[in-house]
């Protein structure tokens, strides 16, 4: 069985980096045909896809967030990370990891879910 759990501080500090880690049970993360991904939910805007990471480890970002982003991976331990840069309290949302088998595709398997806060 997939399972997907996310990990990563709950309360950052503006401007401060923010990195989520997504570690990955019951499968590879270099399994032919998967992505990778982080979606984020806030009161405001809903669920919002942020980006992926395939299989081959290309990665693909939500324009919005393009300047700020960066998706990696560590094969050895069957991760993926999310970094976010100079974040604000408009990032301030629950984060999480899913498997899709398209970019921003239908979600299969997730995680339950990380509060991240960002405030002084």
């Known amino acids: 069985q997939v399972q997907l759990q996310e990990s990563g501080p709950g309360l950052i500090k503006p401007s401060q980096p923010l990195s989520l880690t997504c570690t990955v049970s019951g499968t590879a993360i270099t399994t032919n045909y998967f992505f990778w991904n982080w979606i984020r939910q806030t009161p405001g805007k809903g669920m919002e896809w942020m980006g992926s990471?395939?299989?081959?480890?290309?990665?693909y970002y939500t324009p919005s967030l393009e300047t700020r982003i960066s998706i990696s991976r560590d094969t050895s331990k069957n991760q993926f990370i999310l970094e976010l840069t100079s974040v604000t309290p408009e990032d301030t949302a629950v984060y999480y990891c899913?498997?899709?088998?398209?970019?921003?595709?239908?979600?299969?398997?997730w995680g339950q879910g990380t509060q991240v806060t960002v405030s002084s």
């Open positions: 990471i395939d299989n081959s480890g290309s990665t």
């Open positions: 899913a498997r899709s088998a398209d970019v921003g595709g239908e979600y299969v398997y």
